[in-house]
Nanobody, 120 residues
Framework: EEKLVESGGGLVQPGESLRLSCVAS????????IAWVRQAPGKEQEWVAS???????FYAASVKGRFTISRDSRTNTVTLEMSNLKSEDTAMYYC??????????????RGQGTQVTVSS
């Protein structure tokens, strides 16, 4: 079974940092680009960042310069380092296989998610 499991969410104050992890299993991790997406209550899913099979990263404009995505093929893990968090970053964060012809457009096997809440 192809599976992605997220962890690391929590409640933080504006300006603080948080690290999310995504552990993959059941598929050839090295062969897939992986994305982080997020969804806030009442809003559509929003692409956050992707990392391709070579480790090159791509970001949505809303997080560029604040978030860093990386992958470790030894542990089948994708990490999202988030800094200078803002209230508008509050959402459920999911990782997924990024399968579109362009990054950030199509996803498979989204995980169960981890909640990030940014509030003072």
């Amino acid at each position: 079974e192809e599976k992605l499991v997220e962890s690391g969410g929590g409640l933080v104050q504006p300006g603080e940092s948080l690290r999310l992890s995504c552990v993959a299993s059941g598929f050839p991790f090295r062969s897939y680009s992986i994305a982080w997406v997020r969804q806030a209550p009442g809003k559509e899913q929003e692409w956050v960042a992707s990392v391709n099979t070579q480790g090159t990263s791509f970001y949505a404009a809303s997080v560029k310069g604040r978030f860093t995505i990386s992958r470790d093929s030894r542990t089948n893990t994708v990490t999202l380092e988030m800094s200078n968090l803002k209230s508008e970053d509050t959402a459920m964060y999911y990782c997924a296989q990024d399968v579109g012809t362009r990054f950030g457009k199509a996803f498979n096997n989204r995980g169960q998610g981890t909640q990030v809440t940014v509030s003072s």
